[in-house]
């Protein structure tokens, strides 16, 4: 790739710069929500994991929930992993949901309380919302027409969501992640009735 | 029934006319809430429902969050409905659920939200937590012992919670009622593996 510098290659130069500088920023951003929610999500400990200022971050986003908003739309969707071995992918996308339900289950109740305070949150949250790499492995397993897809397709984040919810103390992540599985797996072929 | 009026009557029919009062108030506060969910709950029209005063109100219960609280520690515990239809008696408590994910997609996600912003509503809503009305009404389907029964009993509740949240402009109720239950009954039978 070249970069034709002869015009105002400062404000060229100045500009690539500031790019990079945004993108990390974002990333920190992404990583923090991910990792603490947004109950903790400080601008602050965004400045440090960016290893930036908060001058930096607040010149670029006026406020907490703008830098959120973008950071979420900036966040790259899942893709799904395909070996040869489609139950060993389906279980590299339902044990990390189990394992934060028990571990960070604030995490997604939190995610609906901020949606529900910001519509910006919302509108972002609802735009980048995809299960597309869980359906694909789960139709890898039970076929692409099963009449059940759509639902256990939805079942990992709905059962983790509903016990982190209301009851985080008693999951068993390893035991939620087999009964998941199993499940999906016991109805891989079509009921005959 | 007799009451003993001899001894300071006036107190005496005093606590009868209050308690049925609180009960009144109590009862009110619940349906509200089941109604237009916690944003929208006000002191005000749980008055109205109730027949009563703001006032009568305020000096039992000087906050919002606290009517909120005794009102759900006050909520019956749902019970199965037994006939000679399991699969009518499960229809009949999966279908209101998928009803209210759709026309009330605010409800549980808002419950979530007041148990995150409130320690006694948090509370109050884990104690009284009890699926086994469903439990009991799936379990007559699929058996008791079945290995599923567990994430089975949570499907319906946590489908309804996660459409509702992310996705509630595409529910069909009808639809949704029909791909749990089918969902349920076609695990009927116990893996063969």
Redesign the interface.
């Given at each position: 790739m070249t970069i034709d510098t002869s015009r105002r290659p400062d404000k060229i130069r100045g500009r690539k710069r500031d790019t990079g500088r945004t993108e990390a920023i974002l990333e920190a951003a992404a990583d923090l929500l991910l990792e603490v929610g947004f109950?903790r999500f400080r601008i602050k400990d965004v400045a440090t994991r960016a290893g930036s200022g908060t001058g930096a971050i607040y010149r670029r986003w006026s406020t907490k929930e703008s830098l959120i908003i973008e950071a979420i739309r900036n966040m790259p969707v899942p893709e799904a992993v395909v070996t040869d071995d489609p139950v060993a992918d389906l279980r590299a996308i339902v044990t990390p949901k189990c394992v934060d339900s028990a571990e960070k289950p604030?995490l997604v109740?939190?995610l609906?309380?901020a949606?529900?305070?910001d519509a910006g949150i919302e509108e972002a949250?609802?735009e980048g919302?995809s299960l597309e790499y869980l359906r694909s492995t789960i139709a890898r397993l039970i076929g692409a027409d099963h009449?059940?897809l759509?639902?256990?397709t939805?079942?990992t984040?709905?059962?983790a969501?509903?016990?982190s919810?209301?009851?985080p103390e008693s999951i068993d992540p390893q035991a939620m992640t087999e009964?998941?599985i199993?499940?999906i797996?016991?109805?891989a072929k079509p009921?005959s009735?």
């Amino acid at each position: 790739m070249t970069i034709d510098t002869s015009r105002r290659p400062d404000k060229i130069r100045g500009r690539k710069r500031d790019t990079g500088r945004t993108e990390a920023i974002l990333e920190a951003a992404a990583d923090l929500l991910l990792e603490v929610g947004f109950d903790r999500f400080r601008i602050k400990d965004v400045a440090t994991r960016a290893g930036s200022g908060t001058g930096a971050i607040y010149r670029r986003w006026s406020t907490k929930e703008s830098l959120i908003i973008e950071a979420i739309r900036n966040m790259p969707v899942p893709e799904a992993v395909v070996t040869d071995d489609p139950v060993a992918d389906l279980r590299a996308i339902v044990t990390p949901k189990c394992v934060d339900s028990a571990e960070k289950p604030d995490l997604v109740p939190g995610l609906i309380s901020a949606m529900r305070s910001d519509a910006g949150i919302e509108e972002a949250v609802k735009e980048g919302y995809s299960l597309e790499y869980l359906r694909s492995t789960i139709a890898r397993l039970i076929g692409a027409d099963h009449p059940h897809l759509d639902l256990l397709t939805d079942l990992t984040p709905a059962i983790a969501l509903l016990r982190s919810s209301f009851t985080p103390e008693s999951i068993d992540p390893q035991a939620m992640t087999e009964e998941i599985i199993s499940l999906i797996l016991s109805v891989a072929k079509p009921p005959s009735t």
